[in-house]
């Protein structure tokens, strides 16, 4: 059966917070942040960062190892509580979920956000935090948008598994999805909520954001991992996005 009712952020919890903190780059997520480099690089001018659904800060120290200046911003206190024990002299926040309280608008080179928007309800939210993250935007900013594809819910996978939950193959737009990270100690199932493109794209538009380039990466056989379905399917997909005023100013 498909859940449909309340959706609450698995992330909020201890345990799974105490996961999170040790987990990296292993396998499947290796894959996700393998290309953000290169599309850095050919989409992003300037070093001031937002990390949207920061958690435990792994997607903060990626960008400032890049050498971004990053504010990390979460709405799980616990994530929080072990991004400041990791990292002490790192930005991060707590905000009240949907809001983002003390940022300056026009002042992110990039707002990057990583697997969060797989936990944001229903498409009224996800338009409206992206129209906010949309106006903390500087002329010519960028947010980068990592998320996980329908695929990753019908698939086995190196670092993932969702063979126990053949009810994702009857989810639609806005249902819970559930999914069993292997590389960590905590195998209870994390909910999330299935957005198809399509609906990504409307939230877009709704959020007066562009779409610059879609991206889906695939492993490679001489990668140094055990691939499962990686090479044939990707599990991820990165979306590259302007705001609309930005463009229309050329
Ligand atoms: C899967 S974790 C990813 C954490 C981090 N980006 C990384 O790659 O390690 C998703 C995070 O998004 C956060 N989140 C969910 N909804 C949010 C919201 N409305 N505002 C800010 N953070 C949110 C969750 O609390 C969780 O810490």
Not at 74 to 93: K, N, T, V, W
Not at 182 to 196: E, G, I, M, S, W
Not at 197 to 221: I, M, N
Request: glycine letters at 8%; a negative charge; charged letters at 25%.
């Amino acid at each position: 059966m498909i859940a449909t009712g309340a959706f609450s952020n698995v992330y909020d919890d201890d345990e799974r917070a105490e996961a999170y903190a040790g987990l990296e780059f292993p396998g499947t997520y290796w894959l996700a942040f393998r290309d953000i480099p290169a599309l850095i690089e050919s989409h992003v001018r300037g070093n001031r960062a937002l990390d949207f659904g920061c958690g435990t800060g792994r997607s903060t120290r990626f960008l400032r190892d890049l050498g971004f200046a990053v504010t990390g911003v979460d709405i799980a206190a616990s994530m929080l509580e072990r991004a400041h024990l990791i990292d002490p002299q790192g930005d991060y926040r707590l905000v009240p979920d949907g809001e983002l309280p003390g940022l300056e608008p026009g002042s992110f080179d990039l707002v990057f956000s990583a697997f969060t928007f797989d936990n944001i309800p229903d498409l009224g939210k996800k338009v409206s935090i992206l129209a906010a993250l949309q106006r903390l935007l500087a002329p010519n900013g960028r947010i980068l948008n990592l998320v996980s594809s329908p695929d990753i819910y019908l698939n086995e996978w190196a670092s993932f598994s969702t063979k126990d939950f053949p009810e994702n193959s009857e989810a639609v737009d806005g249902d819970t999805v559930r999914i069993v990270m292997l590389d960590v100690a905590d195998r209870r199932p994390v909910d999330d909520v299935l957005c198809t493109e399509g609906a990504y794209l409307s939230a877009f538009d709704g959020a007066d954001l562009v779409l610059l380039e879609v991206h889906q990466p695939l492993g490679r056989p001489e990668e140094p991992f055990a691939w499962v379905s990686e090479t044939s399917i990707s599990p991820w997909v990165i979306h590259v996005l302007a705001a609309r005023r930005g463009q229309d100013a050329g």
